[in-house]
């Protein structure tokens, strides 16, 4: 496996790195990493390159490893519904026929830096996320060690549920190279029924949608600068039952149903180079949350903002209110003139444990330093 | 006196006499789990009343360097909750409040003794219950199920209780209260709480865990469904699945299994079936109804010999009642049996069904199979007579011999049931020596003096050993300052 000398386009976030590493398989990425930990170097990983600018600068970057040419489909099998999946396969590339990875891909993302990241979408309501529909993984350690966790099967409890702990690591415990995902079949109907309203009346409006038992596979809500919130509510299965579903939540709601999501669905409401930010809290709460230019998972109580102005004001406000509701604000991605100023992940519960997590699994120190929470 | 005679007067001093218990008569009710053929005498038993007295005595027995093993219900079917003699077993049968249920939010904050029903009772009036629903759901804990990650009939469709648990407050192995997870989703950090879950009591006690409640479904149906054979009924699964039909639930019972069931309860199940499923379709009434015409015409085309459909509600329970007392049932039928629980891709289950019946011929013992045909998860109940020579170490490798299969066609040394002490054997066969050290990084980050819950899950007692320790000074992040 060659190293190249990296260019200038090698880099995680404004960090150069001196080599780059593109492995193929498991085994030369194993052997790429044995050689990076004889060498102490400090290792970071680069998927589709569209979310290195997420969390904080690596303190330290030697080596990149690059997974473009760690992809392909290992294994589908339809009739056990998983699929085996490299981790530099691009996740909009996946073709299952009439299955699905039930994620909802962002544009250019591979599933190894999905799961490391748990980004999720609009279906998260119904499937949950990487976290949830990853059966098993293979994970290259620090040291050069390959080794697995989970397997092949949908029902497992053998053993750690390790694929958990890498589900929104940001690559700093080892390099995902293999996963094991559950697939799901495809729905032959969907509908989406949209409903405008007035901020004063969304929890209500998300109740009566709760109430309704119409299982929808999302709910999201859109706030943009001016203007009142939009909910926008997935429903999918067989044709009849697809219509029958949106007829009993545009009688309950009052919306209009169309075939197609709105343009903004599943989208971050930031541009790239502006501060984005993820909000959380319990349901019953998100209402207080949705303030101009706020998008998301009304359904599950995943929310993003799109701060402007005054950011780090704005993010105080913005985070004392989801802390006040339960929840977290998270900056995912700013500019590096903001990333200084602010705090990007405010209080993580439980940070020590977190650390010893590190302190075992890469003990140098070596994968990704200080891109993470509490500077792991 | 002895290390655990100072313990025990110390956890007398500071929790009261009433919650120690010493006396032999008392310590023999806590010997085993549901895994009868382990069992221990506890050294000390501890019935904390709050996550305060809980994590009290961890520290004590921390500081007297004695292991402890937490308890729920002393369900588990693997020996989780098996004690050491030389250890404290931490009961949670009198931490059974209900602490929240918020169908808004639509979840529920319970005290790790709480019993899995009363959460889906409670949740009732709001139009909520608790999906995971293991079948000893009148009696197991909810701190017993987040530590084996129970699932249930109805995780085919619903997942298991990692899809379902939020939030837990644990007392780590080293005595503290920490928080995982959260009442919102997401929680920033790595997701421990994602790890605890199925660590079967080696990662801390949980001593509260918030669940996530499910809305009730607008409309159930069950149907109960004969074949002639195991692989027709195998294959009738199959093709539901391939239709893009995952129903709530499909059980499936052969002969032998439905005889035992028949005898225990008379759940009147057609006569002379080579093997019987039990299917729950479960949603808004107009996918049911359409995914009812579907799994029926699957059916009759694949051969069932009958089909019944529950009217009522008290039919729907009937048709139940035969699979949730399966395994009891089958003392009905032999005097002994092994509770087995495998994995296979489902779609090898024809395959798999043969071999085990080939296995049961060589050695001399019958084997009735349940199973959860949805996804895979065998539960083969391997009959025999310990009053006859030499027919249990007969039973005990024929049930090896199962789980080999399993690991044979790609699947797993268990679904649902946990590795506990039962199992631990088996992990080298399914993971790698780099596999399990990498689980040990784990676990030592939790529990580097190795007490909780330790000879469980992992084959061999393994020692942490210090790491680097590094100075996090420089770790701090640069927004910060
Ligand atoms: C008839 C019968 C049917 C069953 N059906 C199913 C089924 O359908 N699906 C299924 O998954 N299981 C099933 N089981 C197995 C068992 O009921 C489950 O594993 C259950 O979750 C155990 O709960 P418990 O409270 O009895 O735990 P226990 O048996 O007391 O303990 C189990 C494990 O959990 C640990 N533990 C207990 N409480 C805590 C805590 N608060 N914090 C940390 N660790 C803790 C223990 O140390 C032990 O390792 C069945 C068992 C029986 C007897």
Redesign the interface.
Known sequence: MEWAPATEADHIDGVPARWVAAPTTTAEAAAVLERAARDNLAVGIRGGGTKLDWGLPPRRLDLLVDTKRLSGVLEHAAGDLIAIVRAGTRLDTLDFGSQHLALDPLPGATVGGTVALNTSGPRRLLHGTARDLLIGITVVRPDGRVTRSGGKVVKNVAGYDLGKLYTGSYGTLGLITECVFRLHPVAGARAVVTTPVPRADLGALLATIRAEQVVPSAVELDRPDDGPVTVAVLVEGTPAGVHDRAAQLEKATGGTTSADPPPWWGRYPWQPGETGVKLTAPLSRVPALAEPGVRGSAGTGVLYARLTGDIPARLDRIRAAAIAAGGHAVVLTAPPDVRERVDMWGPVPGLALMRRVKDRFDPGHRFAPGRFAGGI | MSTLGTLAATLRAVLGDGQVLTDRQDLRTYECDGLANHRVVPGIVVLPRDTAECARTVRECVAAGVPFVARGSGTGLSGGALPRADGVLIVTARMRRILAV?A????ATVEPGVINLQVSKAAAEH?YYYAPDPSSQQVCSIGGNVA??S?GAH?LKY??T??HVLGAEIV?PEG?V???G??????????????F???EGTLGIATRVTVRLT????SVRTLLAAFPTTAAAGAAT?AV??A???PAAVEMMDALAVEAAEAAVACGYPAGAGAVLIVDLD?????V???FAQVTALFETHGATELRVAATEAERTLFWRGRKSAFAAVGRISPDYIVQDG?????ALPEVLARIGEIAAGHGVRVANVF?AG???LHPLVLFDAAKPGEDERAEEASGAIIDLCIEY??????????GTD?AKY?PR???A??????Q??????DPAGLANPGK?FPEPRLCGE????H?G???????Y
């Open positions: 918020d808004a939010d639509e979840r139009g084996e990650n699932g995780c997942g298991f990692t899809h780590t503290e920490v928080e995982l959260g009442p919102a989703p997401d929680p920033p950090g790595y997701d421990l709480l994602g790890a879950v199925g660590a809305r009730l479904p607008q199959s699945i391939a893009g039909v995952i949603g808004p009434t107009a996918e109804e359409a995914q994995v296979i891709p489902r779609t959860h996804d895979g998860n790609g699947g797993s040394i268990t679904g649902e049931h946990g590795v199992k992990m399914m993971f790698t780099d596999d399990l050290d990498t689980m990084l784990l676990r030592c980050a939790f899950i790491i680097p320790r590094k996090h420089s770790d701090a992040p640069t927004g910060l």
